[in-house]
Protein backbone atom coordinates (compact mmCIF):
# COMPACT_ATOMS: atom_id res chain seq x y z
CA UNK A 1 0.00 0.00 0.00
CA UNK A 2 1.63 3.14 -1.00
CA UNK A 3 0.98 6.56 1.47
CA UNK A 4 0.88 10.15 -0.37
CA UNK A 5 1.99 13.11 0.72
CA UNK A 6 -0.90 15.22 1.33
CA UNK A 7 -0.69 19.10 0.52
CA UNK A 8 -2.97 21.38 2.72
CA UNK A 9 -6.09 22.39 1.51
CA UNK A 10 -4.48 26.03 0.72
CA UNK A 11 -1.72 24.62 -1.64
CA UNK A 12 -2.42 23.89 -5.19
CA UNK A 13 0.68 22.20 -6.15
CA UNK A 14 1.53 25.33 -8.28
CA UNK A 15 5.00 27.08 -7.71
CA UNK A 16 6.19 30.72 -9.59
CA UNK A 17 7.62 30.44 -12.88
CA UNK A 18 10.75 31.60 -13.96
CA UNK A 19 9.51 34.43 -15.27
CA UNK A 20 7.74 35.85 -12.35
CA UNK A 21 10.90 35.28 -9.93
CA UNK A 22 12.78 37.30 -13.12
CA UNK A 23 10.35 39.86 -12.71
CA UNK A 24 10.31 39.87 -8.85
CA UNK A 25 14.44 40.07 -9.23
CA UNK A 26 14.14 43.05 -11.62
CA UNK A 27 11.73 45.06 -9.63
CA UNK A 28 13.77 44.98 -6.30
CA UNK A 29 16.70 45.74 -8.18
CA UNK A 30 14.86 49.04 -9.36
CA UNK A 31 13.63 49.80 -6.39
CA UNK A 32 17.36 49.51 -4.58
CA UNK A 33 18.95 51.65 -7.62
CA UNK A 34 15.91 54.14 -6.80
CA UNK A 35 16.32 54.18 -2.81
CA UNK A 36 19.74 53.52 -1.87
CA UNK A 37 21.26 56.95 -3.23
CA UNK A 38 18.41 58.56 -1.46
CA UNK A 39 19.21 57.55 2.12
CA UNK A 40 23.09 58.11 1.28
CA UNK A 41 22.33 61.56 0.89
CA UNK A 42 20.18 61.49 3.82
CA UNK A 43 23.42 61.83 6.40
CA UNK A 44 24.66 65.04 4.27
CA UNK A 45 21.55 66.88 4.15
CA UNK A 46 21.06 66.36 7.63
CA UNK A 47 24.40 67.77 8.64
CA UNK A 48 23.51 70.89 6.49
CA UNK A 49 20.13 71.31 8.34
CA UNK A 50 22.15 70.58 11.48
CA UNK A 51 25.10 73.57 10.97
CA UNK A 52 21.76 75.74 9.49
CA UNK A 53 20.57 75.50 12.44
CA UNK A 54 23.36 76.29 14.88
CA UNK A 55 24.53 79.19 12.64
CA UNK A 56 20.89 80.64 12.57
CA UNK A 57 21.27 80.38 16.25
CA UNK A 58 24.50 82.33 16.24
CA UNK A 59 22.82 85.24 14.44
CA UNK A 60 20.10 85.60 16.76
CA UNK A 61 22.08 85.33 19.70
CA UNK A 62 24.56 87.86 18.08
CA UNK A 63 21.85 89.91 17.58
CA UNK A 64 20.54 89.46 21.23
CA UNK A 65 23.88 90.71 22.39
CA UNK A 66 23.20 93.58 20.54
CA UNK A 67 19.47 94.45 21.14
CA UNK A 68 19.95 93.50 25.11
CA UNK A 69 22.82 96.79 24.73
CA UNK A 70 19.93 98.87 23.16
CA UNK A 71 17.42 98.23 25.68
CA UNK A 72 19.25 98.51 28.44
CA UNK A 73 20.06 102.22 27.85
CA UNK A 74 23.93 101.82 26.85
CA UNK A 75 26.07 101.85 23.68
CA UNK A 76 24.66 99.21 21.42
CA UNK A 77 27.71 96.88 20.39
CA UNK A 78 28.24 93.36 19.19
CA UNK A 79 30.28 91.03 20.91
CA UNK A 80 33.90 91.05 20.37
CA UNK A 81 34.40 87.07 20.09
CA UNK A 82 32.00 84.59 20.14
CA UNK A 83 33.61 82.35 22.77
CA UNK A 84 36.91 82.02 24.44
CA UNK A 85 37.63 78.70 22.76
CA UNK A 86 41.18 78.04 21.71
CA UNK A 87 41.84 76.75 17.99
CA UNK A 88 41.27 73.57 16.76
CA UNK A 89 38.27 71.27 17.31
CA UNK A 90 35.21 71.90 19.51
CA UNK A 91 34.96 69.93 22.50
CA UNK A 92 33.43 69.85 26.54
CA UNK A 93 36.50 71.70 27.69
CA UNK A 94 37.09 73.85 24.45
CA UNK A 95 33.35 74.88 23.85
CA UNK A 96 32.33 77.36 20.70
CA UNK A 97 29.78 80.34 21.19
CA UNK A 98 29.62 80.64 24.97
CA UNK A 99 29.45 84.54 24.54
CA UNK A 100 26.24 84.17 22.08
CA UNK A 101 24.48 80.66 22.80
CA UNK A 102 22.93 79.52 26.35
CA UNK A 103 24.12 75.65 24.97
CA UNK A 104 27.05 75.86 23.55
CA UNK A 105 28.71 73.80 20.67
CA UNK A 106 30.83 70.98 21.98
CA UNK A 107 31.33 68.69 18.70
CA UNK A 108 31.46 68.98 15.05
CA UNK A 109 32.83 72.30 14.81
CA UNK A 110 36.26 73.67 14.13
CA UNK A 111 37.79 77.14 14.87
CA UNK A 112 40.64 79.33 13.47
CA UNK A 113 40.46 82.67 14.95
CA UNK A 114 37.41 84.46 13.76
CA UNK A 115 36.37 81.62 11.01
CA UNK A 116 34.49 78.10 11.73
CA UNK A 117 33.63 75.24 10.07
CA UNK A 118 30.66 73.55 10.74
CA UNK A 119 30.02 69.66 10.15
CA UNK A 120 28.88 69.98 6.72
CA UNK A 121 32.36 71.82 5.66
CA UNK A 122 31.16 75.39 5.42
CA UNK A 123 33.21 78.01 6.65
CA UNK A 124 31.51 80.88 8.56
CA UNK A 125 33.86 84.02 9.53
CA UNK A 126 32.48 86.44 12.62
CA UNK A 127 32.98 90.06 11.96
CA UNK A 128 32.67 92.20 15.32
CA UNK A 129 32.38 95.15 13.75
CA UNK A 130 29.46 94.48 12.28
CA UNK A 131 28.14 91.61 14.05
CA UNK A 132 28.03 89.72 10.77
CA UNK A 133 28.43 85.90 10.69
CA UNK A 134 29.03 84.84 7.34
Given at each position: ??????L???????????????????????????A??????????G????????????R???????????????????P??L??????????????????L?????Q???K?????????????T?????????
Amino acid sequence: MKKYLKLPLWSNGKGFTLIEIVLVIILLGILAVVAIPRFINTSTTGKQEAEDTVVALIRAGIENVYHRAVTRGTTPWYPPTLDEASNGPASPSNPFFTKVLTQPVTQHWTKNGYAYTGPAGNTYTYNPSTGTFQ
